[in-house]
């Protein structure tokens, strides 16, 4: 065999070369993986075209009454059937979409940034600053989410905006819990300690170092807790203390029709579905999206 063949024979090629030439196995995308978070990922995006262009979409206006049509079942004309009221249901459930998924992510938004701030706060700060913070957490995270929002619709009153704050407000403790435990985690790295031993401003570090290594798990945290918003302000409705009518809300929705669920089942059960599509396609989006992408899961992998 000549020299230039024999160098080319790959029982003379090392093995650590070998592997090296090996080409890796291409990974999967994510939506080949999770299947069923590329359907539940769909659905979602349905719902949110639905909210996004529910005026052409509707075949009705949601608010509309026609005593000629009330209660009646699902047909040609009305596909999903009316209300009491005569109103459309498949016009309401369109325009709750926008109502649910406005009143969630906004809420949610509120709670991440009073949670951030929060967090911060009680990570970096020490003593009997840290302990009054801690305890403030405690207090907001010893009620659950529906409780605490009722206590403050209470004071604020009804109307969207107010159940907004309310759940909000609510959402504040779980994400402020989370900005903590991550701001102790990255406080005690070596390149915070260096930072602070090169005389860097206290706020500049908390800027460039700090802030970057919390945020992105708490954008995690929010797509996972969008649907627990919608669940939340659903209930209050639900209960009559949320949106008042006649706002196609889901909640409100469900509750009004609960009086007729015997002879007009479609009246709860329509909206009541809708709810629950939307609640399990964001709630296996969140997880997906969490497994995928928190640091703490894939640090204990």
């Not at 070998?18 to 069923?36: D, E, H, I």
């Not at 206006?61 to 005593?67: K, R």
């Not at 009316?82 to 709670?111: E, N």
């Not at 460039?208 to 669940?231: D, G, K, M, W, Y």
Request: net charge positive.
């Amino acid at each position: 065999m000549a020299v230039g063949e024999a160098s080319l024979d790959p029982s003379t090629v090392p093995a650590g070369k070998a592997a090296a030439r090996a080409k890796k196995p291409r990974r999967k995308s994510l939506f080949l993986r999770r299947p069923f978070f590329s359907l539940a990922l769909l659905v979602a995006l349905g719902f949110v075209l639905c909210a996004v262009f529910a005026p052409f979409i509707a075949p009705y206006d949601p608010t509309a009454q026609s005593i000629e049509a009330m209660m009646a079942p699902p047909g040609p004309d009305h596909l999903l059937g009316t209300d009491s009221f005569g109103k459309d249901i498949l016009s309401r459930i369109i325009f709750g979409a926008r109502y649910a998924l406005t009143i969630g992510i906004v809420a949610v938004l509120i709670g991440a940034g009073g949670g951030l701030v929060l967090g911060l706060a009680a990570g970096l700060s020490t003593g009997w600053l840290e302990w009054a913070l801690m305890r403030l957490i405690d207090s907001i995270l010893a009620l659950p989410s529906l409780i605490l929002a009722i206590a403050i619709i209470a004071i604020l009153g009804q109307g969207v905006d107010k159940v907004i704050l309310a759940v909000g407000i609510s959402l504040v403790g779980p994400f402020s819990r989370t900005v903590r435990s991550d701001v102790l985690q990255v406080k005690t790295q070596l390149f915070i300690e260096a930072a602070h031993l090169m005389s860097i401003p206290r706020l500049t570090v908390i800027r460039r170092h700090i802030l970057p290594n919390v945020f992105f798990p708490l954008l995690v945290q929010i797509t996972v807790r969008i649907s627990e918003a919608i669940l939340v302000s659903s209930s209050l409705s639900f209960l009559g203390i949320g949106v008042t009518p006649p706002t196609p809300d889901w909640g409100l929705m469900i509750a009004e029709g609960r009086g007729f669920v015997s002879f007009a089942p479609w009246m709860s059960g329509m909206p009541g579905m809708a709810l629950a599509i939307l609640l399990v396609a964001l709630a296996i989006v969140g997880d997906a999206v969490r497994e995928e992408f928190d640091p703490k899961l894939k640090r204990a992998q």
